[in-house]
T-cell receptor, first 112, second 116 residues
Framework: DTAVSQTPKYLVTQMGNDKSIKCEQNLGHDTMYWYKQDSKKFLKIMFSYNNKELIINETVPNRFSPKSPDKAHLNLHINSLELGDSAVYFC???????????FGPGTRLTVT | AQSVTQPDIHITVSEGASLELRCNYSYGATPYLFWYVQSPGQGLQLLLKYFSGDTLVQGIKGFEAEFKRSQSSFNLRKPSVHWSDAAEYFCAVGAGSGGGADGLTFGKGTHLIIQP
């Protein structure tokens, strides 16, 4: 009965590869987010989706593309991975009106 | 744009002692305010939130926070810490014209170490 789940938990891949991270929420929320946590643990919003519509895209390279097949899922696809993409990626969901958000367990991406 | 400052990168507290973690924000109006905790290798767990009303808010795990508009602060407190409280603590702000869809702005975190 996990509220926000992500797969995989760990992802190790080589530079230049394409990878995807999946996120699902069963909270009935209408807004989902992707955040990036860097090696210094700083968290920054990447994308926000509200009812399957992209709301915000904060200076993220276009190699990153979020896709939301329905309002319970928000996947993150990354093309041509670079060393600097190594980070922990968190999915979150919320009601969208109050900023209150619930986070998934994170996906640790390591690019070698 | 809003910003969040957590002035203490590391804090060491003895088990059983009281705790206060500082958070200051910069925003023209009163934002939505949150504290999250991240245990090693885990996701973020919401400890408490402030939207409006009573400026002293209670959260989970015995934590509380006080909103002080005059100081633009939202400090987190706990009267007696336990070894299991050792974690990274993040203050976050929700603000802006886009509503909740804008996402949260986080501080850089405070790493809490508990001494036996």
């Amino acid at each position: 009965d996990t509220a926000v789940s992500q797969t995989p938990k760990y992802l190790v891949t080589q530079m230049g590869n394409d990878k995807s991270i999946k996120c699902e929420q069963n909270l009935g929320h209408d807004t989902m987010y992707w955040y990036k946590q860097d090696s210094k643990k700083f968290l920054k919003i990447m994308f926000s989706y509200n009812n399957k519509e992209l709301i915000i895209n904060e200076t993220v390279p276009n190699r990153f593309s979020p896709k939301s097949p329905d309002k319970a899922h928000l996947n993150l696809h990354i093309n041509s991975l670079e060393l600097g993409d190594s980070a922990v990626y968190f999915c979150a969901s919320g009601l969208g009106t109050s900023y209150e958000q619930y986070f998934g367990p994170g996906t640790r991406l390591t690019v070698t | 744009a809003q910003s969040v400052t957590q002035p203490d990168i590391h804090i060491t507290v003895s088990e059983g002692a009281s705790l206060e973690l500082r958070c200051n924000y910069s925003y023209g109006a009163t934002p939505y305010l949150f504290w999250y905790v991240q245990s090693p290798g885990q996701g973020l767990q919401l400890l408490l939130k402030y939207f409006s009303g009573d400026t002293l808010v209670q959260g989970i795990k015995g934590f509380e926070a006080e909103f002080k508009r005059s100081q633009s602060s939202f400090n987190l407190r706990k009267p007696s810490v336990h070894w299991s409280d050792a974690a990274e603590y993040f203050c976050a702000v929700g603000a802006g014209s886009g509503g909740g869809a804008d996402g949260l702005t986080f501080g850089k975190g405070t790493h809490l170490i508990i001494q036996p």
